[in-house]
Nanobody, 125 residues
Framework: QVQLVESGGGLVQAGGSLRLSCAPS????????MGWFRQAPGKEREFVAA????????YYADSVKGRFTISRDNAKNTMYLQMNNLKPEDTAVYYC??????????????????WGQGTQVTVSS
């Protein structure tokens, strides 16, 4: 059974940092894009960042560009999201996701095949 397990969420003050991890089990996704999405209460799930299988190409939502960094270590089969200078509006449940087909589209959640259970990130002002 394929699972994506997120970790690293928590409560942090504005301006602080957190590092999220996503560790798949049951298969590897080293050839395919993986991404982070988030969903705040009462809002739709939104794209945060994505990284291609090689790790060379990365993509960010405008709202996190310059503050968040996505990376992956295929040897460890793990993806990361380093979040710096966090703001209260970053508060949400963060989900990691993985594709199992090569797709040019990485910002649309409908293009992802596997999802983690989510980890809560809360930023206090």
């Amino acid at each position: 059974q394929v699972q994506l397990v997120e970790s690293g969420g928590g409560l942090v003050q504005a301006g602080g940092s957190l590092r999220l991890s996503c560790a798949p089990s049951g298969r590897t996704f080293s050839s395919y894009a993986m991404g982070w999405f988030r969903q705040a209460p009462g809002k739709e799930r939104e794209f945060v960042a994505a990284v291609r299988g090689s790790g060379g190409n990365t993509y960010y939502a405008d709202s996190v560009k310059g503050r968040f960094t996505i990376s992956r270590d295929n040897a460890k089969n793990t993806m990361y999201l380093q979040m710096n200078n966090l703001k209260p509006e970053d508060t949400a449940v963060y989900y990691c996701a993985a594709q199992i087909n090569v797709s040019p589209v990485v910002r649309d959640p409908r293009r992802y095949d596997y999802w983690g259970q989510g980890t809560q990130v809360t930023v206090s002002s």
